[in-house]
């Protein structure tokens, strides 16, 4: 067997991106490839299908949304501060541009369920987890 010559934890990364901008089914498999920085053999070596990966990119987003939520709140003053950063923090990030400047990513969330909701039912069963950690954030930011 050979040894992979690239770091799947990157090469994840870079297919989140891609996944995040044009949703599953339009992310071709050349686009994908590019994105992750890697051929075809070693994506098949590594990696069971483009649905695998998609999979394994929205659990990397899911794990890395809370940390992110947890650090815009956590020098908020009040909950009106704490709730104005979360927005903000989001908006800013669906708005970070990707190849071009004129890119709107929107909510990988959002745009997933918009795109699979249903037809998958195992990432429906993920998107759940991923709205219920948002709520956990805006329960913290609105206080007791």
């Not at 686009?31 to 070596?45: E, Q, V, W």
């Not at 987890?129 to 329960?139: A, F, I, K, Q, S």
């Amino acid at each position: 067997m050979r040894n992979k010559t690239f770091d799947p934890d990157e090469a994840l990364l870079g297919a989140l991106s891609a996944f995040w901008q044009g949703g599953f089914e339009r992310t071709s498999m050349p686009k994908l490839l590019d994105s992750m920085g890697i051929g075809r053999a070693s994506f098949y070596n590594a990696f069971d299908s483009k649905r695998d990966v998609f999979i394994k990119s929205l659990d990397l987003y899911l794990e890395n949304v809370g940390a992110h939520l947890s650090r815009l709140i956590a020098d908020a003053k009040d909950s009106d501060c704490a709730v104005a950063a979360l927005i903000d923090g989001v908006l800013g990030v669906a708005n970070r541009p990707g190849r071009s400047t004129t890119d709107w990513r929107g909510c990988l969330i959002g745009n997933t369920a918009l795109e699979l909701g249903t037809v998958d039912q195992e990432i429906v069963d993920r998107l759940r987890l991923g709205v219920e950690v948002l709520r956990g954030h805006r329960n913290e930011a609105s206080g007791p």
